[in-house]
Every structure is written in C-alpha cells, then in structure tokens.
C-alpha cells in the first residue's frame, strides 16, 4: 500500500468516509509512505488499530512530521469528542462519537516505521523493491519507485509521484528524477492551473510588509505549521539580510510550527545546497534571526494583542478554520491600517476563503466584524506542481517505456485537463483512476 491518507473536507462527509473505511488491512503486507501530509498518513494509526502488523516505509524526516500531524490530530480528535459530549449532555442527547483514534494509537502505530534515507534501495516484500527519491513537496517528501519481479523474470517498473513538488523551494533540494518506469501513478491537484512565477515572491512580500510597517500596522499571515511557515520564515530572513524590510518584530505563533521548524533543524540531509552552506560554512541558522520570536505559550500569544506598532504575525491554522489564527484576525481585521496575506489555498466554506474573497462582513468566533483591513494574495508559494512543471517532470522520464500514467490525488476538472494536456504531449495512455477500480499490470 502506499500512502494511507484521512479524507478531509466539510467535517460530517470526512468523518463518515474515514470512519466506514473499509481498512484493506489483511491484504497489505507492507506500506510505503511518500511524504508526511495528513492526506497521506492520516488514516495509519487506524489502520494498525484494525490489525496491520507490517511495516511502515518512510524516509526518517516523513516519520517525524506524521508523527507531529497525528498526534496533533488526535488531540484535536479528543478535544472535539469533549466539547461534542458537553453539549449533546446539555441537550438531553445520546452521545456517541468516538474518535478514530487516540495518541496511543498514534504511539503504536510509530512502533511499524522503518526509516530509509533517499536513494537507497529497499525490499519491502520478497518481490518488490522500493527506492525513494527527492519529491520537492515537503521536507522528508518523495516519490517512490517500485521494481517488482515478474514471474517469467525481469521487473515491471511503477513509479508514484506522491504530491509532486516545485523546483526553487526554499530548503529542501528540488524534485529528482526517478529512473525509467513503465507505469506512473500521478498527482494531478493542479492539473489545471499554472502558478504564478517564483521569482515575484520576494519582492511581492517586502512590497507587502513594508506597506504595512509604512502604515504602522500589522501584517497577518494564516500558514500551514509544516512547511509554509518554515518557508515565510526563510524569505523574510532573506529580507531582512538585504535590509528590503524594516526592522520589525516578527512572531511565529503556533506550538506545532515550533515543533515542526525543530524537526527541520534535525534533518539537514534533506536541505538544499543553499540551506547546507548556510549551516555548514556560515554556522546561521535558517529558521530564526534577530527580530524573530517563536511563540508558543498561550499568555505570550495573548500579550501579541496588546502589541501597538507594526509586526509581523504568522501564524496557524492555514485555512483560518481553528487555533490562535483567528484571535489575531479578530485583533486586527477591522482597522485599515493593517493586511491580511493568504499564501495558500483556502477550501471553500472555510474563514480563509472569506478572507480572501474579501467579504466584508467576516465572522469570527461568534462575533461579525466588518472588514477594513486591506487582503493581499501571493500564489506562487504553492507546495505542488502545475500542469507544465508536471509536463516537465514526466517528460524526463522515457517515454518509449511509459506504458501508461494513471492519476490520481485530483479534482474532477483537473484530472481531465491533465489528462487530455499529457496525451495531446505524446504520453501512449492516460487513465483517470476510479476508486475501488482494479488494474492489471504488465
Ligand atoms: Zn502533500
């Protein structure tokens, strides 16, 4: 099996898909992890609970960020389990949503991981060997590539992109090149979009945040905690290297960005040239300088409030949908003097989205206000692929042997787009994958 992601989503339809899966359990007899976002390893812990014993391939940074991301979820899972119980007392109502799991499950779970380093080739049953290679996506992030030998002899060859990611992230190194396979199971998220341009980042971002200072108002960033903080934090040291932005505080308040930007610092065989000269040779540290504080108490998270002048605020969850994010937002939303940046995608129905749509009545916690502080987008700072880069990754590979590319990991639209966009390219076949459908290889 690879990849054992949770659904996410409008939180009934998730809970219930996560919670009828079927758990193919007693067919697997190893799993293979390709990065550590929790639409790829957020089911595992139930999976080990409805009985896997095999284990768990992942490079070692992967199995520190799931670790993270699951423990984080199931505290949330308890903490929801908690409120929903409180209030279906009050009501006089039965309660009896459980769960799915528990950090002990999460803990167990941790025990099946057997960590693997790129490149170095691994057999995970008598007939297949994997062998991981960078993906650019995330830190830990990867592609895997199976050899599985056939009966008569010889190997078929399948490569899975996992989420495949962009070249000049900040980092971590860019995506590498598997060697030919005949089959490719592939991401398609953005299927149907092209990114802006890299380069305009830093500009765009002193061009913002000196706005704001200017103004002497704050700047507000939502961000994922797992790598688009770590990102932010890598420009905005860059910035301020170069003097492009004033000198203001800047605060990453989230625990979990603390936590995660300490597993980065733990994994420097997974950093870019850039990223290892910068510890090696020059002893700086990427992730934190001078005017740069990680916050994670709540009462210093609370002090941020009361903070008069510009600053620069990052902080979780990335769609606005819950965590300290949304008491900053409440701080600041209603006075013009300060900006909101949305660096990542914003489902819909989340506050993110309304953010972003510039609506300008926007509640939060329970509360309306109305919107007068100014709402700036940058795109380019997306973890996945667009449709040319992918174009771009799978035209290295030889295409001659490429029997076919089957998608997966997408929406609708984008699938068929990609799909049409790599066949009009000369890829022999593409096919759209339907869940629970199967496929013979050969
Ligand atoms: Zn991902």
Same mark, same amino acid.
């Given at each position: 099996?690879?990849?054992?992601?949770?659904?996410?989503?409008?939180?009934?339809?998730?809970?219930?898909?996560?919670?009828?899966?079927?758990?193919?359990?007693?067919?697997?007899?190893?799993?293979?992890?390709?990065?550590?976002?929790?639409?790829?390893?957020?089911?595992?812990?139930?999976?080990?609970?409805?009985?896997?014993?095999?284990?768990?391939?992942?490079?070692?940074?992967?199995?520190?960020?799931?670790?993270?991301? !699951?423990?984080?979820?199931?505290?949330?899972?308890?903490?929801?389990?908690?409120?929903?119980?409180?209030?279906?007392?009050?009501?006089?109502?039965?309660?009896?949503?459980?769960?799915?799991?528990?950090?002990?499950?999460?803990?167990?779970?941790?025990?099946?991981?057997?960590?693997?380093?790129?490149?170095?080739?691994?057999?995970?049953?008598?007939?297949?060997?994997?062998?991981?290679?960078?993906?650019?996506?995330?830190?830990?992030?990867?592609?895997?590539?199976?050899?599985?030998?056939?009966?008569?002899?010889?190997?078929?060859?399948?490569?899975?992109?996992?989420?495949?990611?962009?070249?000049?992230?900040?980092?971590?190194?860019?995506?590498?090149?598997?060697?030919?396979?005949?089959?490719?199971?592939?991401?398609?998220?953005?299927?149907?979009?092209?990114?802006?341009?890299?380069?305009?980042?830093?500009?765009?971002?002193?061009?913002?945040?000196?706005?704001?200072?200017?103004?002497?108002?704050?700047?507000?960033?939502?961000?994922?905690?797992?790598?688009?903080?770590?990102?932010?934090?890598?420009?905005?040291?860059?910035?301020?290297?170069?003097?492009?932005?004033?000198?203001?505080?800047?605060?990453?308040?989230?625990?979990?960005?603390?936590?995660?930007?300490?597993?980065?610092? !733990?994994?420097?065989?997974?950093?870019?040239?850039?990223?290892?000269?910068?510890?090696?040779?020059?002893?700086?540290?990427?992730?934190?300088?001078?005017?740069?504080?990680?916050?994670?108490?709540?009462?210093?998270?609370?002090?941020?409030?009361?903070?008069?002048?510009?600053?620069?605020?990052?902080?979780?969850?990335?769609?606005?949908?819950?965590?300290?994010? !949304?008491?900053?937002?409440?701080?600041?939303?209603?006075?013009?003097?300060?900006?909101?940046?949305?660096?990542?995608?914003?489902?819909?129905?989340?506050?993110?989205?309304?953010?972003?749509?510039?609506?300008?009545?926007?509640?939060?916690?329970?509360?309306?206000?109305?919107?007068?502080?100014?709402?700036?987008?940058?795109?380019?700072?997306?973890?996945?692929?667009?449709?040319?880069?992918?174009?771009?990754?799978?035209?290295?590979?030889? !295409?001659?042997?490429?029997?076919?590319?089957?998608?997966?990991?997408?929406?609708?639209?984008?699938?068929?787009?990609?799909?049409?966009?790599?066949?009009?390219?000369?890829?022999?076949?593409?096919?759209?994958?339907?869940?629970?459908?199967?496929?013979?290889?050969?």
């Amino acid at each position: 099996m690879v990849d054992c992601g949770a659904f996410q989503g409008r939180r009934q339809e998730a809970d219930e898909k996560n919670r009828t899966w079927d758990g193919t359990e007693s067919s697997v007899s190893a799993t293979v992890l390709t990065h550590a976002h929790f639409d790829h390893c957020g089911l595992l812990p139930l999976l080990c609970k409805k009985g896997y014993k095999g284990n768990i391939y992942s490079t070692a940074a992967t199995r520190d960020l799931a670790n993270l991301i !699951l423990m984080d979820s199931a505290k949330i899972q308890d903490r929801d389990a908690e409120y929903l119980r409180k209030q279906a007392a009050r009501k006089g109502e039965k309660f009896t949503w459980e769960p799915l799991y528990r950090e002990a499950d999460v803990i167990a779970a941790m025990e099946q991981f057997v960590t693997v380093s790129y490149k170095r080739p691994i057999f995970v049953s008598r007939d297949a060997e994997v062998t991981f290679y960078d993906a650019g996506h995330i830190l830990g992030s990867s592609l895997a590539r199976f050899s599985v030998t056939r009966e008569g002899g010889g190997t078929i060859d399948i490569g899975f992109s996992g989420d495949l990611g962009r070249k000049n992230k900040p980092i971590i190194r860019d995506p590498s090149l598997i060697p030919p396979v005949d089959y490719l199971v592939l991401e398609s998220t953005y299927g149907d979009r092209l990114h802006e341009p890299a380069d305009d980042i830093l500009n765009r971002l002193a061009q913002i945040a000196g706005h704001a200072v200017k103004h002497g108002g704050k700047l507000i960033i939502p961000a994922f905690a797992v790598e688009r903080t770590q990102d932010l934090v890598f420009y905005l040291h860059l910035l301020s290297d170069q003097k492009r932005i004033q000198n203001v505080p800047i605060f990453v308040d989230s625990p979990m960005a603390v936590s995660a930007t300490a597993i980065f610092k !733990l994994h420097p065989e997974c950093y870019d040239e850039e990223t290892r000269n910068a510890f090696t040779k020059h002893h700086a540290n990427p992730f934190g300088f001078n005017n740069l504080t990680f916050i994670e108490n709540v009462e210093a998270s609370k002090k941020l409030n009361d903070l008069t002048g510009p600053a620069i605020i990052i902080s979780s969850s990335g769609m606005c949908e819950a965590g300290r994010i !949304l008491h900053h937002l409440a701080h600041t939303i209603a006075d013009p003097k300060n900006i909101v940046l949305i660096v990542g995608f914003m489902a819909k129905d989340t506050l993110g989205r309304k953010i972003r749509d510039r609506e300008r009545q926007i509640k939060i916690l329970g509360e309306t206000y109305i919107r007068r502080a100014e709402v700036e987008e940058i795109g380019a700072l997306s973890s996945h692929a667009d449709y040319n880069e992918i174009w771009e990754y799978v035209s290295g590979l030889d !295409l001659k042997r490429l029997k076919k590319i089957f998608l997966v990991h997408g929406e609708h639209e984008a699938q068929a787009h990609l799909q049409e966009f790599l066949l009009g390219k000369g890829v022999q076949a593409v096919d759209i994958v339907k869940r629970g459908e199967t496929y013979e290889l050969n």
